[in-house]
């Protein structure tokens, strides 16, 4: 893998060093988001097969990205490249399990309640798109390396939105608790620019399409959710299921028990 310089870069090592270091961070937002959720009795271990196999395949991802950085900040690229055909691989497992989820949610009328049921049928298959569209576009320029790991990184960003959604006050959020995450999900992104300029003076371009793409799946997601064609999806897919009876655009109650008279 060949590295392109761009512009007048600060050292090598301290480049491959910051993208190590999102990498643990991004990492350990999602196992606390999780655990927290774990500890508070939100989640369990009896969930369904699918579910599983779900949170299997998504943990191996960011398995797979912090170990990429690790080999790549130490030198050992063969291993990085080896691993890296495993996670070109690993994305279409991800794909059919995200999309199998969230219609498997949807139809059993579990959506969350602090979000509108068709917006999460959209938003989840298209921030799975977005983030498959990017990690292609990064391993297609695999040999231009700061293209490489930048679009990387941004396509992890985008998947830090259920660490997020676990740690935020999700409530409270409501009813922007989505458009809240993926801000949030921006800050990594953001930063990389930040720390672009600092070292070089400029902003790699890779950081403008990333953050282009992030910005286009909350367009195209606010587009379907709120447009005739959204309506026609949700509809088909919640037919005869109990989450035809939930309303596309309401929000369901908030857990608990029942107010007094």
């Known amino acids: 893998m060949a590295t392109v310089a761009y512009g007048s870069p600060a050292p090598a090592g301290r480049d491959e060093g910051f993208f190590l270091r999102g990498a643990g961070v991004m990492a350990l937002l999602i196992v606390a988001g999780f655990s927290v959720q774990l500890a508070m009795g939100r989640s369990t271990f009896s969930s369904p097969p699918l579910v599983h196999a779900h949170a299997i395949v998504f943990m191996g991802w960011v398995t797979i990205y912090l170990l990429q950085n ?97 740690l935020l006050p999700m409530p ?7 458009e809240a995450i993926l801000a949030v999900c921006l800050i990594f992104p953001l930063v990389g620019m930040w720390a672009d300029k600092r070292r070089s003076g400029r902003v790699h371009p890779a950081w403008l399409w990333g953050v282009a793409a992030m910005i286009g799946c909350l367009l195209v997601t606010e587009a379907i959710t709120y447009s005739p064609v959204g309506e026609t999806i949700y509809r088909s897919v919640v037919a005869g299921t109990p989450g035809e009876a939930v309303a596309p655009l309401a929000f369901a109650p908030p857990p608990g028990p029942p107010p007094a008279p």
């Open 70 to 166: 690790v080999f790549a900040a130490t030198g050992r690229m063969t291993l990085h490249r080896r691993l890296g055909w495993v996670a070109a691989a690993w994305i279409i497992p991800m794909l059919v399990l995200g999309f199998a989820v969230t219609i498997a949610i949807v139809r059993r009328g579990g959506v969350p309640f602090f979000f509108r049921p068709l917006q999460f049928l959209v938003f989840d298959p298209v921030t799975l798109l977005t983030f498959a569209g990017l990690t292609t576009a990064a391993i297609l320029m695999r040999r231009q390396t700061d293209w490489h790991r930048r679009l990387h990184f941004c396509a992890m960003s985008i998947l830090l939105g259920p660490g997020f959604g676990r």
């Open 172 to 178: 409270l959020l409501a009813p922007w608790a989505w």
